[in-house]
Structure formats: structure tokens, C-alpha cells
């Protein structure tokens, strides 16, 4: 019985800790004819996000942040996991680096 009851509660710990390093559901982002969508990401601060980045365009894009310290290229037709760090509150602009002048974005923390 001491056996048993070692073992459920190990599992038990087994089974919370993984649960608090289980990744965040991914925040979905289209990004087509060159723009983001939303252009404006929401998220909690001091907790770690990850965006899904859905490239509907035919040609790869980089989804580009200095500020979030963050590269990441997405094949044209493909989706892509962008992984960022807990951040404090602020706005973090990022944007797609071949195509600068149209594909803009900020992660607004709060």
C-alpha cells in the first residue's frame, strides 16, 4: 500500500510540474500581401508567448524584432512558431524584414 500511494504521488508531481512548463496556446498571425494581421499582438507580461505565423504570401518573409530579440523565417505557404521571452509591459515593434516598408507589427504588453 506505502508503495501505491509512493507512486501516485509521484505522478502527481510529475504530472504539475510538466503541466507549469507546458508551452502557451500559440496567438495566430496571417500574414498576407505583406502585412501582419493583427497588426497589434496582446500580451500578459512577464510570461512567455508564442506566436503562430502563417505566411499566406508565395515568398518567404523574416519575422524581424531587435527589440523582442527575435528572427525567424516562415516559408511562403507554410507556418512557422515565433518563441519570445517574458517581457515586461511596453510595446515591441517587429516587422518583416523583406518587406519592411508594409509588413509592421508591435506586441503590446501589459
Known amino acids: 500500500m506505502n508503495k501505491l500511494l509512493a507512486s501516485l504521488s ?9 503541466a507549469a512548463h507546458a508551452e502557451p496556446a500559440p496567438i495566430k498571425v ?11 499582438i496582446l500580451a500578459p507580461a512577464n510570461t512567455p508567448v508564442v506566436i503562430a505565423l ?27 512558431l515565433v518563441r519570445i521571452r517574458p517581457l515586461a509591459p511596453g510595446r515591441y515593434p517587429f516587422s518583416g524584414e523583406y518587406n519592411a516598408k508594409t509588413a509592421q507589427g508591435v506586441v503590446v504588453v501589459k
Open 10 to 18: 509521484s505522478l502527481a508531481i510529475l504530472s504539475m510540474a510538466s
Open 30 to 40: 496571417l500574414l498576407k500581401d505583406h502585412r501582419f494581421s493583427p497588426g497589434e
Open 54 to 80: 502563417t505566411n499566406a504570401d508565395p515568398t518567404p518573409e523574416e519575422f524581424d524584432s531587435p527589440a523582442l530579440k527575435v528572427e525567424k523565417v516562415v516559408p511562403g505557404g507554410q507556418t512557422g
